[in-house]
């Protein structure tokens, strides 16, 4: 952890070293889990450190995103999501996604599971489900968003032992009702420089939460990310070696508000173009949502825990996490949702 010291200066959310969640020692896996307890009551949000996923993939995955993101639109076009139907998978150009009503200023590249055309969920339609696009003129980016996906979700997976373990729930609790078969989605966004037909109160992305369990972000060295705490918004800048990690709104209903699925916004004031990666690791698509057994430590709910950014009552919401999933989606992108999405609650 020495060489972080340095970067850390101006930042004010935990670095928690996950490694120890990687081995059977129950003394480092205890600490770890305290820490992330607070970590997610207190903003759930927090760095991890340890992680093992490797440096020179990120490395490389940015670099081969920036060859694609500098195509011209038409070429990008080739991907579009309308082209990617019930899978909701491709490119989207800037103005494309409204996080929360508004156009995000940012274009992005939407992945997820790689499933064939002979699944059983493919065959019988299941939106969110299905094959990638890939970039003809990018061809490495296939390699490496699926060697990253593989890393970061085998990262996510451990964490989640770590969250449970925090719950006083045994380390497999989740992978057994709730991951078995996860919905996995991964993003890549680009956030360009604004130019001066950009209003001055747009957002990269819109204040919002997440909809999932976890989320794993990489971002390049450029930072924009802001969290929303109790006493502001703070920025999360980046951290050498680490990723951000925050909890989804399903940890938020599942722990009866205990821990907190926060808001958090991007807006690039860097000057030069940004990117970043975030994984989601959520429930399966079909698992119902619902409270957690008595024994997950979550006596002493405050009130804020009720009051939601987006007025919600997210403590109220009954169904499965496909459900809770399509109703989001259809929201930030209505215009492909129209087409493709059947009705969700
Ligand atoms: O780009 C970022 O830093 C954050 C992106 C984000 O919040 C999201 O995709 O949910
Ligand atoms: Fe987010």
Redesign the pocket.
Known sequence: MNELAGQLENVTLPVIDMAPLFTERSDGRAEVAARIQLACRESGFFYIAGHGISPQLLENLERVSHAFFALPLERKMAIAMAKGGHAWRGFFAVGGEL?SGEPDI?EGLYFGSELAATHPRVQAGWPLHGANLWPAEVPELQELVTGYMTETTRAAAALLEGIALSLNLEAGYFRSHYTADPTVLF?I?H?PVPDKATPASAW??GE?T?YGLL?L?A?DRHG??QVKTPSGWID?PPVPGTL?C?IGDMLDRLTGGWFRSTP???RNVSGQG?L?F?L?FDPDFTAEMRALPKQAAQSDVGESSTVRWDGADLQAFEGTYGDYLLGKVSKVFPELSSGVLPKAK
Do not use: E, I, M
Request: charged residues 20%; proline residues 4%; without cysteine.
């Open positions: 996080t940012k993003r966004f956030y990269g992305v919002h997440d989320t972000l971002q924009g990310l999360a951000v925050n958090h916004r991007v940004r970043s975030p989601f």
